[in-house]
C-alpha cells in the first residue's frame, strides 16, 4: 500500500516526462549558474582551467566554460590593513579595540639593549593578481612576518630614545622599503603603501622610572633653551655696542687726520707765502694774532717804550680816570 494512502493523503500518479523537464530545468540552471559571472567594480577575475591559470578579466559580466574553468575575483583597489601590536573591533568616532595584550609580536629590543612596545600598522594593495593567488600560499600572513621580522630588524639598530621620539617617522619608512623589497623578490604581487608606527612606550613595569627620565629630560632642554635665549639678547647687544664704539673711534681717527692734513697743508702754504715775502709775511701774521688775542683782553694800556715813570700819569679807579 502507497505511503500517501496510508497517511490519508491522495496519491498523485507521477509523469516520467515531467520528471525529466524537472531534471534538465535543474541542469540548465547549474549550466548558466557556471557560464556567467560577474566582476565587481574594485576586482579583477582570474580564470583557471582545471587548475591552471589561462586569462585575467576586467570588470562587468564574463562568460566561461563551465565545470572547466573557475574564477577567483582579486580586490585590486582596495586597500588592505594589518595591526601590530592590537587589534580594531569596530572603526569610527569612538573605536574600539580588543582586550588583552599582543606582546609576542609588539615587544622588541631596541639597539641600546632596552625593550620598547610598539604598535604599527602596514597598508598595502593588490598589484599583481595572478602573483598574488599563485607565487604565495598565505599572502596575508606572509606580509605579517616580513613585517614584523624587518621592524624587530630595524628597531634592533637604533635607541630607545629614538624609537619613542624622534625616530618613529624614518623608522616607518625604512620597515616600508624593506618590506617592499622582500616582498618583490618573492614576486608577491603586493604594493605596500605605507607603514606607520602608531604607538611605541616603554614596557608597564617601567614606565614610572621611564617618564621621570623624560622629565628630567625636558627640564634640561628648558634650562638650554632659556640661557639660549639670554645669550641671544645680551650678545647682540654687545656687538652693537662694540660696532659702535668701533665706527666712532674710526670716525674720530679720519676726523683728526683730516684736521691735522688740514693744518700741514695750511702750515705749508703759509711758509711758502713767507718765502716769497718774509718781511710782510711776518708783520701779517704778527697782526693777525694780535687781532685774535687783543679781543680775548680785558681793560688795555698803551704807553711809550721810553716813558720813565708812568704812575702820575694813569688813574687806578673803576672810571678809567675819566674823572
Partial sequence: MPLADELGF?????????????????????????LFYSIGPEELGVIRRFGRYVRTTQPGLHVKAPFVETVTKVRVL????????????????????????????????????????????VQYRVLNPVEYLFNVRDPSET?????????????????????????????????????????DFYQAGVQVITVKLKDVNPPDPVKPAFNEVNEAKQERETTINEAWQAYNQIIPKARGQAEKTISE?????????????????????????????????RR??????????????????????????????????????QS
Wanted: proline share 3%; no cysteine.
Fill in 143 to 183: 606580509i605579517r612576518d616580513i613585517s614584523e621580522a624587518a621592524m624587530r630588524q630595524i628597531v634592533g639598530d637604533r635607541s630607545v630614545d629614538e624609537v619613542l621620539t624622534v625616530g618613529r617617522i624614518e623608522i616607518g619608512q625604512e620597515v616600508q622599503k624593506k618590506l617592499q623589497e622582500v616582498l
Fill in 10 to 34: 491522495p496519491s498523485i500518479p507521477l509523469n516520467k516526462k515531467w520528471i525529466g523537464l524537472a531534471v534538465l530545468g535543474i541542469i540548465i540552471i547549474v549550466v548558466l549558474a557556471s
Fill in 284 to 321: 701779517r701774521l704778527y697782526l693777525e694774532t694780535l687781532g685774535e688775542i687783543l679781543p680775548k683782553m680785558g681793560r688795555k694800556y698803551i704807553i711809550d717804550s721810553e716813558q720813565q715813570g708812568i704812575l702820575p700819569m694813569l688813574s687806578l679807579t673803576e672810571t678809567g680816570g
Fill in 78 to 121: 582596495h586597500v588592505f590593513k594589518e595591526e601590530f601590536g592590537f587589534r580594531t573591533l569596530q572603526a569610527g568616532e569612538r573605536t574600539i579595540y580588543a582586550p588583552g595584550r599582543f606582546d609576542e609580536e609588539s615587544l622588541m629590543l631596541t639597539g641600546d639593549l632596552n625593550v620598547a612596545v610598539a604598535e604599527w600598522i
Fill in 249 to 281: 673711534a674710526e670716525g674720530y681717527a679720519i676726523n683728526r687726520v683730516n684736521q691735522a692734513k688740514g693744518d700741514a697743508n695750511k702750515f705749508v702754504a703759509i711758509w711758502q707765502e713767507y718765502r716769497k715775502a718774509k718781511d710782510v709775511t
